[in-house]
């Protein structure tokens, strides 16, 4: 679908994400992601009933599909239909889900997906080799796509834990949001840029096509950690259907929170709202007030003008691409990455 085309509602459907996208395309990807769906719930089933029940917990509550929806867009500029195309898809949910299990163990986490978390359901223990079940499952999957998709997956691997190991130790001497923006690249983006590498990768797309949606889709996974970020401040939990200001509540300094200790921008309370930021938020009265000052706080603008940022070098990559629907697909993306609800 060319750029004059692309607002022609007579050539539109509904893609992901409910965005207006080439309608051949939309149903392509609807048919794959069926595909990929089948296979995801034949992947976690296992002899042991009990290891397959917590296995499909996730899997049954739903989800985007975010990186799977990726990695079948980045396919259309090769063979979409190529072999290795929908369990590639897989291989990134799989270790998606994965992550989700040792997450919650790391967190305390009571809800998933609006379902009583793995490790509240069952144990700790259970959730954790759960989650190592599904990334073994992954490898199984991955040993058919070529010692490149291994390789490509592991190191990925690597910046998740490594990701994880900076979130946990903290910032040290290095600046806190230079480390934070680095822990959202390597606990986010790298997942979500091998869904771009590996699905253009294995239709056959050139190698610098490869290289250009591996580095978009890192950026948009950046931006969408960043959205998530200004959600949780700005959003009203009817549209997002999260609690506005969890990750105030929990301690977790995000950009928003970052951009007010560092002093950017100022507001009249800023002394106040700095000091709440340094303080426990779990009391409902100082989690009230240091939301409310911090949703006023030229901090949130800050933030925002950051996520287009990312949003707009992710858009600088892929205007270098072919002009065919899928890249009209991924650019809605980056707009919606920055007007999203939820």
């Known amino acids: 679908m060319s750029s004059a085309s692309a607002g022609d509602p007579s050539t539109l459907g509904a893609g992901p994400f409910g965005l207006p ?35 499909r917990h996730l899997v049954e509550a739903g989800g985007k599909r975010f990186r799977a929806m990726l990695v079948l867009l980045a396919a259309e500029f090769g ?28 967190d305390e986490a009571t809800v998933r997906r609006g379902e009583e978390s793995a490790n509240i359901r069952w144990t700790n223990t259970v959730a954790i080799l759960t989650g190592d079940y599904l990334f073994a499952r992954a ?34 001497e290095t600046d806190p949001l230079k480390h934070y923006l680095q822990v959202i690249a390597d606990k986010t983006g790298s997942l979500i840029a091998v869904s771009g590498h590996l699905g253009s990768l294995l ?35 009817e549209e997002s ?17 970052h951009h007010v200790l560092a002093g950017v921008g100022a507001g009249p309370d800023d002394e106040r709202l700095r000091y709440l930021l340094t303080q426990d938020l779990t009391d409902d009265k100082l989690h009230a ?8 706080h030229p901090a949130l603008e800050a933030a925002r003008s ?35 609800k939820n």
């Open 139 to 172: 490898s199984d999957l991955l040993a058919d796509l070529g010692p490149d998709a291994v390789r490509i997956q592991a190191r990925a691997f690597a910046r998740l834990v490594q990701g994880q190991i900076q979130e946990t130790v903290g910032p040290a």
């Open 203 to 237: 239709a056959g797309a050139s190698p610098a096509v490869v290289d250009t949606l591996t580095s978009a889709c890192e950026k948009i996974g950046v931006a969408f950690q960043l959205s998530d970020d200004i959600l949780d401040v700005a959003s009203d939990g």
């Open 79 to 106: 063979d979409p239909s190529a072999p290795g195309v929908v369990p590639a898809a897989v291989v990134v949910e799989l270790t998606h889900l994965a992550t989700l299990y040792h997450d919650d163990v790391m």
């Open 21 to 55: 996208i080439d309608a051949a395309l939309a149903a392509a990807t609807r048919e794959r992601l069926t595909a990929v769906e089948d296979l995801l719930r034949d992947a976690v089933h296992s002899e042991d009933p009990l290891l397959t029940q917590a296995s």
């Open 241 to 257: 259907g999260k609690t506005p200001g969890t990750d105030l509540r929990e301690g977790i300094r995000t950009l928003p929170v």
């Open 306 to 340: 950051d996520l287009r940022r990312w949003s707009d070098d992710a858009r600088a990559d892929l205007l270098s691409l072919p002009d065919i629907p899928a890249r009209d697909a991924l650019l809605a993306l980056c707009d919606y990455v920055i007007v999203r």
């Open 289 to 296: 007030e240091a939301l409310a000052l911090l949703r006023a």
